[in-house]
């Protein structure tokens, strides 16, 4: 179920470290620190946040770290951001090269316990966490919401590349993981897509970065 845009085959090299978020920010996360709650799916704050755009996802970000830093919980050395889709990538795999973290699952069968999707959803965002996680202790890598990525969107390079940013311009940022309304084809870890910075959706939402800043 492989598309175009997967390809061609890159290798990459991450030598920076990250911290990455278990869990999709959830909407009781971003009202703490936003104020507000956009997201069309309400009830229950533990449900991922969504109908926010990559500006919104970028702005949660740096208010988290400012919050962060003014409670002496933060360095002005590290920040919040974004993951690169290497880093969201390498974080959904766990290791793996199979199309899931879980295995190949050639026929979709197991899905439903890793993913909330078209098929298991009931076409809502589930609270997050509620399915299995991947081998590194991450949950929602695939389904529930999509999630933005710091990169513009664009072709891979090929070849070997290290840290990779993505395109150095574009119309549309990426994103990566498929959503509560997705078809299971979707969820797959080498999935990508895009949206551009000013959209939003009721399936989009985001995970954060802890990572020391670059010089």
């Known amino acids: 179920d492989r598309s175009g845009d997967e390809g061609p085959q890159t290798q990459v090299t991450l030598k920076r470290g990250f911290f990455l978020g278990r869990y999709q920010v959830t909407q009781g996360e971003y009202l703490s620190v936003i104020g507000s ?35 002496g ?40 316990n890793h993913a909330w999707y078209s098929a298991n959803s009931g076409n809502t965002t589930h609270p997050v966490g509620g399915e299995l996680p991947n081998r590194w202790g991450l949950y929602d890598m695939s389904g529930n919401v999509w999630q933005w ?20 311009s574009g119309s549309s940022r990426v994103i990566r993981g498929g959503g509560y309304n997705s078809d299971a084809r979707t ?23 802890l990572a020391p800043v670059q010089p």
């Open 37 to 71: 709650n956009p997201s069309y799916f309400t009830g229950d704050t533990n449900r991922p946040v969504e109908t926010v755009n990559w500006n919104d996802a970028t702005n949660y970000c740096a208010q988290l770290t400012a919050r962060e830093r003014l409670a």
């Open 73 to 112: 919980r933060l360095t002005a050395f590290w920040a919040y951001r974004l993951p690169t889709e290497a880093e969201l990538e390498y974080a959904r795999r766990a290791g793996t090269t199979n199309r899931f973290s879980y295995g190949d699952d050639p026929g979709y069968t197991q899905l439903a």
């Open 149 to 168: 990525c710091s990169d513009w969107y664009g072709n891979y390079p090929g070849g070997s590349v290290t840290d990779p940013q993505g395109s150095v």
């Open 187 to 209: 969820c797959r870890s080498a999935l990508r897509y895009y949206f551009t910075p000013s959209n939003w959706s009721t399936a989009v939402g985001f995970r954060v970065v």
